[in-house]
């Protein structure tokens, strides 16, 4: 699927558009087929390479320019939620493909970044290549610290859940969680180094004529640089909550993995206690049920009530007994 929009410079409204060929738009593609990405390189001229790029979910960011045409490939967050109502959190890449006069973007499905872009949070303008670059790299960071927060508020409900659990099923969930944060620093590490050579492209001395040729292809003026700024806070934060969750989270899981362990005790020692409090009356009428000659047979109904009574006792005294050793 390709959608397209057009930001009018006087009026500021942006619009979907379908020409692929105007100047100044945002060309976004979302599971894009061959045709379709073949479609957009002839309306566009985008290299067919570039545009196949961000469909590897292997794909690490980077920046590549070549043909006066300059990729910036990123990792982002997704949410899901399957039929059980379990949650999961994944990275995907993101294509970011600039143009002398288009951006476009490609990604493997819809992602809240895209969505909340496209519905004008915050409002783009579709002219400022560099500038729309750079919101899209804060709102990822903003989702990602988003999504890290819904992960600590999973840990929590996780965390009074497993106080009384005793199935795998809990640990399950939380090994879900440790894999989601072990993907967001994964992909907010590799976010960092790519923010920061964007960042040397443009104010920093190097050698890499990669970076040359960037910061010859996007110009970038003080309020882009304060957003830029504001884009390497955000990804510090996301990456120091996600290390901080991360270490909760394998705390978790050896805390919560012996506490299972001792809750599967506690059952397995009471269930014992109970059987040897039934086995004492079971022992005794198994013995007097036998049939042989036993002494004050020509009197079975107190010898009856004697026995039942005797019975009582013992299992009075067991309990007593395994109370007081914290047994039952």
């Not at 919101?135 to 989702?143: G, I, R």
């Not at 010859?216 to 909550?241: C, G, P, R, S, W």
């Not at 919560?256 to 020692?269: C, T």
Request: hydrophobic share 40%.
């Amino acid at each position: 699927m390709i959608r397209a929009y057009y930001s009018d410079q006087e009026t500021m409204q942006t619009t979907l558009v379908s020409d692929l060929t105007m100047k100044n738009i945002w060309i976004h593609c979302i599971r894009p087929t061959f045709d379709e990405l073949t479609t957009c390189s002839e309306a566009t001229g985008a290299n067919m390479d570039f545009l196949r790029a961000a469909l590897d979910m292997e794909e690490g960011s980077r920046i590549e320019i070549e043909d006066d045409q300059m990729i910036v490939i990123i990792d982002i967050p997704i949410y899901d939620e399957n039929m059980k109502n379990e949650r999961f959190f994944d990275t995907i890449p993101l294509g970011i493909i600039i143009l002398k006069d288009k951006i476009i973007t490609v990604c493997l499905q819809d992602n809240s970044i895209t969505s909340e872009l496209e519905n004008g949070k915050p409002k783009i303008h579709t002219f400022k290549r560099t500038r729309f670059l750079l919101q899209l790299l804060y709102k990822t960071s903003q989702v990602y610290i988003r999504y890290l927060r819904r992960i600590d508020q999973q840990t929590d409900q996780l965390e009074i859940a497993m106080h009384k659990a005793t199935e795998n099923r809990k640990l399950t969930q939380l090994l879900n969680l440790q894999k989601s944060i072990t993907y967001f620093s994964t992909s907010l590490r590799s976010n960092e180094a790519t923010v920061g050579r964007l960042r040397s492209s443009q104010f920093g001395y190097t050698n890499d004529p990669t970076l040359h040729e960037g910061r010859k292809f996007l110009a970038m003026y003080e309020e882009d640089q304060e957003l830029l700024e504001d884009v390497q806070t955000e990804n510090k934060q996301a990456i120091e909550m996600a290390e901080i969750y991360g270490r909760i989270l394998e705390s978790m899981g050896n805390i919560f993995s012996s506490m299972i362990s001792n809750n599967l005790n506690m059952v397995m020692k009471f269930l014992t206690s109970i059987t040897l409090i039934v086995s004492i009356p079971t022992l005794i009428a198994s013995i007097l049920g036998m049939n042989v000659a036993f002494p004050f047979d020509s009197k079975p109904l107190s010898v009856f009530w004697m026995t039942m009574m005797f019975m009582l006792m013992l299992t009075a005294v067991l309990i007593i007994i395994l109370r007081k050793k914290n047994l039952l």
